[in-house]
């Protein structure tokens, strides 16, 4: 089919716009690569993408710093406990709402799945309800508040919406309990969707930061975000404790112009590991399943 000329040139400008919003989008990460590989004189403006001096030694002193370990792995805990109970209640919930049959169906959607997404207690009444359930200093507090959501399950019951109710007709004539319909029939077909809302799920969990700094009292409960605010945010502390790193690898803070900056910047790019490793393996679900869980039903 030959285009027309109007269509031609929307591609071109389709084009120049995603490939100019790209650049916005790697331009940034790029500078904080850069700043973690740089180790020159503090203070030199520097608007090139270029490290001037390479090296990695920011990365050597995130990995001998044993404060790091623990929030990194209490975030890996959280992201995979809470990622998985969220996947669980979600994908049952969405089940549920996905039976309009049931008798009160509407109800459900309207006034606990849709009013709650769209109107919240706010901070304090949340803070004081889950100081009523004794979950304050604990880390299932990090997730289980946050385990249901209304927008994934909505997303979920309209990928449920589009698999052929007579699958599941045909195992119920066969003998077929409803929770072996769910769980060997539902679930399977419904991986795109899953993939999808599991990677933003986790990346959601793995960013936590606001809920630790309201329920976790405990700095040893705090999670990998809390330990980055510690660089960047708190000044003086944080410059305290980059010269004690430099002395405990046996190096004098007075011979280098390093900067906090640079020691922030590649625990940033640690942190984004996980995520960087898992999405090549979901990847291939997302745009299917997030665009038919968006317009199905």
Known sequence: MQRSIAEKVFNVFNIIGFFLFTLLMLIPIMFVVKTSLDISQVGEVQL????????LLFYD???????????????II????????????????????????????RF?????????????????????????????????VLFI???????????????????????????RIDGAQEFTVFFKIILPLAKPVLAAIALFTGVGYWNTFMAAVLYI???????????LRELIILGGDANKSFEEMLMSMGMDP????LSVEGLSSAMMIVSMIPIILVYPYLQKY?????????IKG
């Open 48 to 55: 090139n993408l270029l490290p001037k001096e390479p090296s």
């Open 61 to 75: 002193m995130v990995i001998h710093d044993e404060s790091v370990y623990r929030p990194f792995l209490n975030s």
């Open 78 to 105: 959280i992201t995979v406990l809470g990622t998985s109970l969220s996947m669980l209640i979600n994908s049952i919930g969405a089940y549920t709402l996905s039976k309009r049959e049931l008798p009160g169906n």
């Open 108 to 140: 459900f959607i309207y006034f606990l799945v849709i009013i709650p997404m769209l109107f919240g207690g706010g901070i304090v009444p949340t803070y004081l309800l889950v100081r009523a359930l004794g979950l304050i200093d604990h880390l299932p």
């Open 145 to 171: 508040p946050s385990a249901a959501n209304a927008w994934n399950m909505i997303l979920i019951r309209n990928y449920y919406w589009s698999i052929p109710t007579s699958l599941a007709e045909s195992a």
């Open 217 to 227: 009292r405990d700095s040893r409960k705090y999670t990998f975000p809390v330990k």
């Open 254 to 257: 007075n011979e280098y112009f």
């Open 286 to 294: 997302f745009a299917k399943g997030i665009m038919v869980g968006s």
